[in-house]
């Protein structure tokens, strides 16, 4: 058996402490909307609706302060000094005239002081960058109705940093002990970690960790302790391109002429990342909507990067397509009608993206953050033209810039796009920006039939010879670059035959229906005809 992994790190606070690791970038408390106990949240109303947010986390504050010591009390009132300072209500205020949303509005404010801060030549400077992120999260919660919750008493707590309301709101009675991945000796919780008696080690590195591994502390030399079987991940170059195609791999599925194909899973549930099965699956189209369910969610880089994270390290080795948040139109999202000229029922998926880059940057951020943990690509829904591609690449470089600035690890993913507008079937070879692509034959369908949403059902048999013949052709334009196919096509076996003889060779189902398309494939020659005997 292997021995405990002993890694290296620099003393914060004395003493030694053992216990379950609590993971911090683990998305832990739900939701607002899947607590129905929770306040609607508040992203719309405005410069009032901040306000009224600013003056809960003031007075949340003040409750946390009240019988604390004259350090901890310092360290809030600078929290809350901040937040009553009028130039950072100004400055998100003057956001919000430029046509930003509340949400977003607050989250850019605090995010260019945040990396001012970070950008720091003195580490005195660079500890205060948390106390900010802090008070960005507070408020944000504020908004959304979803308070940062506490973790349980005696944990290790594990993350890249802490902030300091989270260590006071903490009972350390019970025991426990912090480790960072980065932090500081010189920040605020560093001190209180040492007023408290709290062991703490900061700079480790980041490793790996499962919730609830057992984990050792040892401020007194500065070292981390974990059960066999952890290990340390070591960084990587910012903005690299994986080496290889990240959307092939090892196949053990062939036709019953011996032509590879690779089968994944469509993931569309968060109860779904737990049951992937590396050893059988890569994931074909991870609909990221289901991460989001309120404009104060698309606003959080954490909860989104802890969710990708989740479904990159399960997969293991295996290549994960997560696909950019398809809203709009016919997908609302809770505050979405607050945002302006959002109404028109064709502003959706990169369309919608693009019009608000304040979304699709916060999503871009926890993406190439993400990266760093797996196979990812990254999948642009409703492409029509093949500028959009151009646009998001350009954001992606522009936010890796920023974050390489934080020295935070990232990886600039391929991007590829969704082919579900008949437009862009038709023209697939003008799109060489586009690093794969996969049809979504629900979209396709629907625009290809002139259907309405609700009798797609009903006419996908009768438009299925069209869309098999325009899948065909645009297979045929693709030059070469991977194609898949992670529609509702691809998990009915009445339509392989078609689908294998239009040159698809990458199919992405629903994990219910990955056993009946593997059965139906190995029955089939790579042409669609029937093996003989079948």
Known sequence: MAAPLRLTAKSASPGIASGPAFL???????????????????????????????????????RLAEGADAESRDIIDFQIEVLRDPTIAEATGARMEADENVVFAWVATLDAYIGELEAADEEQMRARAVDILDIKNRVLGAL?????????????????????????????????GIALFAGSTAGHVALLARAKSVPMVVG???????????????????????????MLIPPLAPAQM??????TGSSELCTADGVPIQLSININDPAEIDALDP?????????????????????????????????????????????????????????????PALSASGL??????????????????????????????????????????????????EEAEKLGHRALPHRMPPIGMMVEVPAAALMLDTFGSAAFFSFGTNDLTQYLAASARDDIDADAGKAAPAVLRLIAQAVKLSAGKPVSICGDMAGNPSYLPGLLAAGLRHFSVAPARRPAIRSAIIGLNADGTRAAGE
Request: net charge negative; no cysteine; charged share 25%.
């Open 242 to 247: 994986p080496a290889g195609d990240t959307q």
């Open 144 to 176: 959304a109705g979803t308070p940062i919750a506490d973790f349980p008493p005696g944990s290790v707590f594990v993350g890249k940093d802490m902030e300091p309301s989270r260590f006071l709101a903490h009972d350390w009675s019970k025991g426990g």
């Open 24 to 62: 911090a970038e683990d998305p832990k408390a739900p939701s607002a909307a899947e607590r129905p106990d929770a306040p609607a949240p508040s992203t719309a109303g405005g410069y009032g609706a901040l306000e009224k947010a600013i003056d809960i986390s003031i007075g949340e504050l003040e």
């Open 279 to 339: 050893a059988t699956a890569g994931v074909g189209l991870m609909r990221s909507e289901f991460s989001v369910t309120s404009l104060a969610d698309a606003a959080n880089e954490e909860r989104q990067l802890a969710i990708y994270r989740r479904v990159l390290e399960q997969a293991g080795d295996r290549p994960v397509i997560i696909r950019m948040l398809d809203i709009g139109g016919d997908k609302p999202l809770a505050g979405l009608e607050a945002l």
């Open 204 to 230: 480790t590195g980041r490793f790996s960790a499962v919730d609830g591994d057992p984990v050792r502390v040892d401020g007194d030399a500065g070292a981390v302790v974990l059960q066999a079987g952890g």
């Open 348 to 397: 959706r998926g990169i369309r919608l993206l693009l019009a608000r880059p304040e979304i699709a940057r916060v999503q871009a951020r926890a993406l190439l953050r993400a990266a760093v943990f797996g196979r990812l690509s990254v999948m642009l829904p409703m492409v029509t033209f093949p500028d959009e591609i151009d646009r998001m690449r350009e954001l992606f470089r």
